[in-house]
């Protein structure tokens, strides 16, 4: 050979390839081929020096800066332990806030869910006037709204109107836990 100065040889223990154009990884500073060049092929040590993603914390979704050099597990793993919002050991905000006005029902509920004619907050069990006994401003349980007449009421032959089978069940639900 003419010139026994020219060229690298490939840096990956697999190739020892001569190459006359090397590529120098920017990570490890080694020379490879073309086909080594990158990261991945040549397995770089140190690899996560060149990664520019910014991770994320899994717990308050905020991202971590890390610096060049730094380990990312690491980082988060410390911001976790101290500064994180949401840490497993801190109060959580609370989400269920709107507690059921119905006597039994200890049921919370994320939204407030108001009856039309009472004004009260019930969750989704107990939402309905008839599944509540609603008693507007001052009157006697209405049947949603439609009659004034109630299942405990007597008719004219003097027989009391049966309930429907809906609120039955319903009423018994709260009883009887399942």
């Not at 988060?76 to 006597?103: I, N």
């Amino acid at each position: 050979m003419e010139f026994p100065d020219l060229g690298r040889h490939c840096s990956e223990k697999t190739c020892k390839q001569l190459d006359f154009l090397p590529l120098r990884c920017d990570a490890c500073n080694q020379d490879f081929c073309k086909d080594h060049a990158a990261c991945a092929a040549h397995k770089c040590p140190f690899a996560f020096k060149k990664d520019v993603h910014v991770p994320v914390c899994p717990l308050c979704n905020v991202p971590i800066p890390v610096k060049k050099g730094e380990i990312p597990d690491v980082i988060v793993g410390q911001h976790m332990d101290r500064d994180c919002v949401r840490h497993p050991g801190k109060q959580r905000e609370k989400v269920f806030l709107y507690r059921c006005s119905k006597e039994g029902c200890r049921k919370k509920e994320a939204l407030q869910l108001a009856c039309v004619q009472c004004r009260r907050n019930f969750c989704i069990g107990h939402r309905h006037p008839l599944d509540h006994g609603c008693r507007p401003e001052g009157g006697s349980p209405g049947k949603a709204g439609c009659s004034t007449a109630t299942a405990s009421e007597p008719t004219s032959s003097g027989t009391l109107h049966a309930p429907s089978s809906g609120w039955l069940v319903q009423r018994l639900r709260w009883k009887v836990k399942w």
